[in-house]
């Protein structure tokens, strides 16, 4: 059984950064996807950035571009999240997804807060 685990998040003032980071519990399986998603209570979740493993195309969420940075170590299966220019808004439960062809694995979400 495959487990994802984010860490890195927290309370951080506006304007600043901070990097979340997805540990995939297996190295070898065939990821074909990885992204992030984000969700704030009362809305549903919200592509922020996705990755795809064969080509390294990446996708953007329009209210991040510019500002976050999707990138993957790809030996160990670690997803990266590295988020700056912090914003109030960017406030929510972070989530990492890995998609194979078959499966979704989802992280268990972690909160990341901006605010001063």
């Known amino acids: 059984q495959v487990q994802l685990v984010e860490s890195g998040g927290g309370l951080v003032q506006p304007g600043g950064s901070l990097r979340l980071s997805c540990a995939a519990s297996?190295?070898?399986?065939?990821?074909?996807?990885m992204s992030w998603f984000r969700q704030t209570p009362g809305k549903s979740r919200e592509l922020v950035a996705s990755?795809?493993?064969?080509?390294?195309?990446?996708n953007y969420g329009d209210s991040v571009k510019g500002r976050f940075t999707i990138s993957r170590d790809g030996p160990e299966n670690t997803l990266y999240l590295q988020m700056n220019s912090l914003k109030p808004e960017d406030t929510a439960v972070y989530y990492c997804?890995?998609?194979?062809?078959?499966?979704?694995?989802w992280g268990q979400g972690i909160q990341v807060t901006v605010s001063s």
């Open positions: 997804k890995f998609s194979t062809l078959t499966r979704e694995y």
């Open positions: 297996v190295s070898r399986f065939r990821i074909t996807l």
């Open positions: 990755l795809v493993v064969s080509s390294g195309g990446l």
